[in-house]
C-alpha cells in the first residue's frame, strides 16, 4: 500500500539529488549501448588478454609464413635415421631451429605451425562464417514467421544435429574428385573443409537466434514498426538484427574455437589438409599415430600447445564479450 | 623334376641347414645351456636360439594387436594366420623349419613326398601317409583332403583365403560343399582320389609352382562331418579340427584363444611342428605397446602380428645393449615401393627421371629408418626371395640421395627439360606411407617433377583408386605407392600379380604400372611350364630386369622389421616363408 498522498506544492519543484557531474568535475555524457558493453570489456582483464593474444595469431598467421624458413625442406644431417628422432635435446631445439625440427625430416617445426596456424585459422573463420550466416537468416526467418515455416526450419536443425558429422565428412572428402569447381588440390580442400564444418555448425547459431528472435518480435518497437506499415524483410533486418548484434558476436567468437578443433580432428583423420602442406591437426596427429610422442614429446607438445592456446583465447574472450554485451546472462 | 628341386633348394640353404644340424643334434642339453649364454643382436637370423626339446608345464602366451581375419586354416590370408595354423593342422607340404635359406625348402608333412607332375604339369599327385590322426583319433584320408580344398571354393562362407584352387583347376565352376546338395558325390570333379591315400589335382594349364600352393594352409584335411553343425561353416573357425601337435579348448571371438595338446598327434609324423607346451593363449586385441611392454617384461612370450615393435619400444631396445641382445632385425621379404604408370607416364626417359632423382634415403628413413624401415631396394625380387639378383640401375645404392644429373639428363631425353606435373596415390590412413610420398614429392620436386599428392583410405585403394585403372587414367595418378608381399618366396610369388599383363583388371588390380610387355609375358609362359627348378629360378632375374628397365616399378625398401625375442622362449628363429618367427616349434625354458 502507498502512503497517503501529502506533496505541498512547494516540494513539488525539486532539484535533483546528484548534481550532474562526473569525478573530476567532468560533464557526465550519454553513453550508447556499445561504449557501456566496451566499457565493461576494457575492466576484464582476462578477455583483453585473450583479444590480444589473437590479434598476435592473426598478425603470425598473415605475416608469420613469410618470416620463417620453408616448411617443406628435409633436414636429414638433423636426424638420427635409426631411431627416427631428431638429434639433441627437447626435439632438436637450437638457434635455427627454435621449435626443434620433425622427427623423420627434420622440416622446422616453428616454420610448419606457423604455416599451419594460417590454415587452421583460415578454415575456422570462414566455416564460422559460413556457419554466422546461414545460421542467423534461418533463425531470424524461423523465430519470426513462427508457424510451418518454423516447424520445418527447426526439424531441419534438428536433423542436422543428429547428423554423423564425421563419418559425413570421411565419405565427402572422400568422393570429391581432385579438382572441382575450378579449384584443385589443397585450395579445394580447403573449401571443402570450411564447406563441411560452417554447413554443419549453423544450427548452433540458428536456434540461439531463433529464440532470440521469438522474444524479440513480442515487443513494442517491432509492434511500433509493423503499425507504422513496415513489412517482415524490413522488420527482420533493420528492427530485429540489430538487437541481435550482441549474441551473434558472443557465438561467433565461441564457435570459432570448437572449428578449430573440428578443423584438427578431420586432419587428425587423414581427411583434413593434404600434405605436404601443414596443420595443427596433422602434425598432432603425425605424433600420435607414428608414435613420436614417445621418443620426442617436444613434437606433440608444440602443436598441441598452439591449438590449446588459441581454442582458451578465444574461449575466454567470448566469455568476456558475453559478459559484457549481456551481463544478464551471467 | 622335382627332387631337383628341392635339391637345388637345399643347396642355396646349405650353411643355415648346417648349423640347424649342429644345434638340433646335442636336443634337450644343449637346451638347459643356453639358459646362461647371452645372445646377440640378429642371432635369431642364422641360428636357433635357445634350441630345446624338453617338454615345459607352461603356458606359451601369444599378444596380438587386432584379431585375426579368421582361425579357419581354409579362410585366412595373413602371414602370422598361416604361420600359427601350423600349430593346429598339417599340410600336404610345408617349409621346412630350420633358420635361414634353408627354412624356404618345401618338405612333406602330410603327403609322402613332393608333388608328381604329370601330362604336362597339368596333373599333381600326391599320396599321403597313412597313420596321421585326427584330434578325434579318427584317420585322415585323401577324400578329408580333398573336401578341405572343396571349402575354399565356398567364398560366399569362407571370403578371406587366397584363390589359387579357383584360378587353377579345371572345375573353377564349383560352387563349394555348402551349395553342393549330394554330399556323398564329392562333387568338385577337378580333384578325384583313387584311394584313400592318393590325391589328383587336374588343372587347367601348366603350373610348375603347384607345391607352393598346396604348402598353403588351404590343403589341411577336414572331415565333412566335422563341418556341420555347431563348428558348421562360418563357425568352424570356432573350433577348426586339428591334425596338428595342438586343438582348440575355446575360442571367445575378439578376446582370447585357447590352445591345449592334441593327445592324438604323433611326432613322427609330422616333424616340421613340435609340442613342448601344455597350453598356448593368444589374446587378442591388445594395444601395440602394451604387446611390447608384456614381451619385455614377460607377460607374453610371442609378438603373434610379426610386424616388429613400436616407435616407443624401438628406442629402447636399440639403446639398451641388454635388450638388444634379445633382438633381430631380419628382411621380412616384403617390398616398399611406388608404381609407375607405362599409360599414364608413357614415355620410358620421363619415368627413368623418376627413377634417378628419387631420394631414397629420406625415403627409407620415411619408413623408419635403416632398422625398421628397411634396406634400400634396387630391385624388385628382395634379397630374401629365390631369383634375387643383385644389379642397380638407376644408382639407387651408389647414390641413395638421388642422381640429379641422370634425372635431368633423362628428362631432356623425354623432351620436358623442366619437368612435368602427375598424381601421386598414397594411403592416408598408413602414417609411414603418407612421409614416405611426402618425402618422394619433395625430391621430384628438385627436378622440376611437380607430384600432386592424392590420398584414399587403404579399405578402397585397390579396388575403387589406384587399382582402377580407369579412375588411374582419369585422375592422372602416375605414381601410386604400394606394398608387396609373396604368398610364396619364390619370384613366380612376387612378381605374377606385379607385372603379368594378364594380371591387369579393372577393379583390383594389383598390376597398377599397368605392365604389358610381350616378353614378359612369354617369360611368365615360359616358367609356368620349366619344371626344372635352376632353369625356372634364372627366369625370374630376367624378369625383374625388364620390368627395372621400362622404369615401371621404383623400388623404395626391402623392408625390415624389429623383432624381439622373450628370453623364456625356445626354438626361437627367423622364419624367412613367414617373414616372423616360427610358431611351430616354440617351447619354453
Known amino acids: 500500500m502507498a502512503a497517503p498522498l501529502d506533496i505541498s506544492p512547494a516540494q513539488a519543484e525539486a532539484t535533483p539529488e546528484a548534481v550532474i557531474q562526473g569525478a573530476g568535475g567532468r560533464k557526465i555524457e550519454g553513453r550508447s549501448l556499445g561504449e557501456i558493453a566496451w566499457m565493461r570489456l576494457r575492466r576484464d582483464k582476462v578477455a583483453i588478454g585473450s583479444a590480444i593474444f589473437i590479434v598476435f595469431l592473426v598478425l603470425v598467421a598473415i605475416f608469420g609464413p613469410f618470416l620463417v624458413q620453408s616448411p617443406f625442406t628435409y633436414h636429414p644431417n638433423l636426424i638420427n635415421p635409426t631411431l627416427s628422432g631428431p638429434n639433441g635435446a627437447f626435439g632438436g631445439i637450437s638457434g635455427a631451429h627454435w621449435f626443434g625440427v620433425e622427427p623423420t625430416t627434420g622440416r622446422d617445426v616453428l616454420a610448419r605451425v606457423v604455416v599451419g596456424a594460417r590454415y587452421s585459422l583460415i578454415i575456422a573463420f570462414l566455416a564460422t562464417a559460413l556457419a554466422v550466416i546461414i545460421g542467423v537468416f534461418f533463425g531470424l526467418i524461423a523465430g519470426y514467421f513462427g508457424g510451418w515455416v518454423d516447424t520445418l526450419i527447426a526439424r531441419t536443425m534438428d536433423v542436422f544435429l543428429a547428423f554423423p558429422l564425421l563419418v559425413f565428412a570421411i565419405a565427402l572428402v572422400g568422393v570429391v574428385p581432385n579438382s572441382a569447381f575450378g579449384f584443385s588440390g589443397n585450395n579445394l580442400r580447403v573449401g571443402l573443409l570450411i564447406f563441411i564444418i560452417g554447413f554443419f555448425s549453423w544450427p548452433y547459431m540458428g536456434r540461439i537466434i531463433r529464440g532470440q528472435t521469438l522474444s524479440l518480435r513480442e515487443r513494442e518497437f517491432v509492434d511500433a514498426a509493423r503499425s507504422l506499415g513496415a513489412r517482415g524483410p524490413y522488420i527482420l533486418f533493420r528492427e530485429l538484427l540489430p538487437n541481435l548484434v550482441g549474441p551473434i558476436l558472443v557465438y561467433s567468437t565461441l564457435l570459432i574455437p570448437t572449428n578449430i578443433l573440428f578443423e584438427a580432428a578431420l586432419s587428425y583423420l587423414g581427411v583434413g589438409i593434404i600434405p605436404p602442406t601443414p596443420s595443427w591437426g596433422e602434425m598432432l596427429s603425425d605424433a600420435v599415430q607414428n608414435g613420436y610422442y614417445y621418443i620426442d614429446p617436444m613434437f606433440m607438445f608444440i602443436p598441441g600447445l598452439a591449438i590449446f592456446l588459441t581454442v582458451m583465447a578465444f574461449n575466454l574472450f567470448g566469455d568476456g564479450l558475453r559478459d559484457a554485451l549481456d551481463p544478464k546472462s551471467r | ?589
Open chain 2, 1 to 589: 623334376m622335382i627332387r631337383s628341386k628341392i635339391t637345388g633348394l637345399a643347396a642355396l640353404g646349405a650353411t643355415a641347414a648346417l648349423t640347424l644340424a649342429a644345434c638340433g643334434g646335442s636336443g634337450g642339453s644343449s637346451g638347459s645351456n643356453s639358459s646362461s649364454t647371452s645372445t646377440s643382436y640378429g642371432q635369431g637370423l642364422t641360428s636357433i636360439i635357445n634350441p630345446s626339446n624338453t617338454p615345459s608345464s607352461g603356458t606359451l602366451t601369444f599378444d596380438l594387436s587386432n584379431t585375426p581375419d579368421s582361425t579357419d586354416y581354409q579362410n585366412t590370408y595373413y602371414a602370422f594366420m598361416w604361420n600359427f595354423v601350423r600349430l593346429y593342422s598339417m599340410q600336404l607340404l610345408t617349409y621346412k623349419s630350420c633358420p635361414g635359406a634353408c627354412g624356404e625348402q618345401l618338405v612333406p608333412q602330410l603327403a609322402t613326398g613332393p608333388g608328381v607332375p604329370s601330362n604336362n604339369d597339368t596333373v599333381w599327385t600326391y599320396h599321403i601317409k597313412p597313420n596321421v590322426k585326427f584330434e578325434n583319433g579318427h584317420t585322415v584320408t585323401s577324400a578329408d583332403v580333398k573336401y578341405g580344398v572343396e571349402r575354399t571354393f565356398a567364398k560366399s562362407v569362407l571370403p578371406n583365403g587366397p584363390s589359387y584352387y579357383q584360378v587353377l583347376l579345371k572345375d573353377n565352376k564349383y560352387p563349394g560343399p555348402y551349395t553342393d546338395r549330394a554330399k556323398n558325390v564329392m562333387g568338385l570333379t577337378s580333384v578325384t582320389t583313387p584311394n584313400a591315400t592318393t590325391i589328383q589335382f587336374h588343372l587347367s594349364q601348366p603350373f610348375a609352382d603347384f607345391d607352393y600352393v598346396v604348402a598353403i594352409p588351404q590343403s589341411t584335411p577336414v572331415e565333412p562331418a566335422w563341418d556341420t553343425g555347431k563348428y558348421g561353416g562360418a563357425n568352424f573357425q570356432l573350433h577348426p579340427e586339428s591334425t596338428g601337435p595342438y586343438e582348440f579348448q575355446s575360442y571367445t571371438l575378439n578376446k582370447q584363444i585357447t590352445l591345449v595338446k592334441n593327445p592324438n598327434w604323433n611326432a613322427s609324423t609330422d616333424t616340421e611342428a613340435k609340442q613342448l607346451v601344455n597350453k598356448i593363449v593368444v589374446n587378442l586385441n591388445v594395444n601395440a605397446n602394451t604387446v611390447d611392454n608384456n614381451l619385455m617384461s614377460n607377460y607374453a612370450d610371442i609378438d603373434m602380428a610379426g610386424t616388429g615393435v613400436q616407435t616407443a619400444a624401438r628406442s629402447k631396445i636399440l639403446t639398451q645393449p641388454s635388450l638388444k641382445g634379445l633382438a633381430d632385425d631380419p628382411i621380412s621379404g616384403f617390398l616398399r615401393f611406388a608404381y609407375i604408370n607405362t599409360k599414364v607416364i608413357p614415355n620410358v626417359h620421363c619415368r627413368e627421371a623418376i627413377e634417378y632423382a628419387a631420394n631414397k634415403t629420406s625415403i627409407q628413413d620415411a619408413w623408419g629408418g635403416p632398422v625398421v624401415g628397411g634396406d634400400i631396394a634396387s630391385t624388385v625380387i628382395p634379397p630374401t626371395v629365390i631369383g634375387y639378383q643383385k644389379f642397380d640401375l638407376f644408382n639407387a645404392l651408389s647414390q641413395p640421395g638421388g642422381d640429379i644429373a641422370a634425372a635431368k639428363q633423362q628428362l631432356k631425353l623425354c623432351g620436358k627439360p623442366s619437368g612435368f606435373t602427375t598424381g601421386l596415390a598414397y594411403r592416408t590412413d598408413r602414417p609411414q606411407e603418407v612421409a614416405a610420398a611426402q618425402a618422394l614429392q619433395a625430391s621430384l620436386q628438385q627436378v622440376g617433377i611437380k607430384a600432386n599428392l592424392q590420398g584414399y583410405l587403404s579399405g578402397k585403394y585397390y579396388t575403387d583408386f589406384a587399382g582402377a585403372p580407369a579412375y588411374v587414367h582419369a585422375h592422372d595418378l602416375g605414381i601410386s605407392q604400394g606394398g608387396w608381399g609373396p604368398d610364396w618366396p619364390d619370384g613366380y610369388g612376387f612378381l605374377d600379380e606385379l607385372s603379368n599383363g594378364n594380371t591387369i583388371v579393372p577393379a583390383g588390380n594389383t598390376n597398377i604400372s599397368e605392365i604389358n610387355d610381350k616378353s614378359i609375358n612369354s617369360l611368365f609362359a615360359t616358367a609356368a611350364g620349366q619344371n626344372n627348378t635352376a632353369a625356372r629360378t634364372a627366369i625370374w632375374p630376367q624378369i625383374d630386369k625388364k620390368i627395372m628397365g621400362m622404369a615401371a616399378i621404383l623400388p623404395e625398401v626391402y623392408q625390415k622389421v624389429l623383432l624381439y625375442r622373450n628370453p623364456n622362449v625356445t626354438n626361437v628363429y627367423f622364419d624367412r616363408p613367414f617373414g616372423m618367427y616360427n610358431y611351430a616349434v616354440l617351447g619354453l625354458k
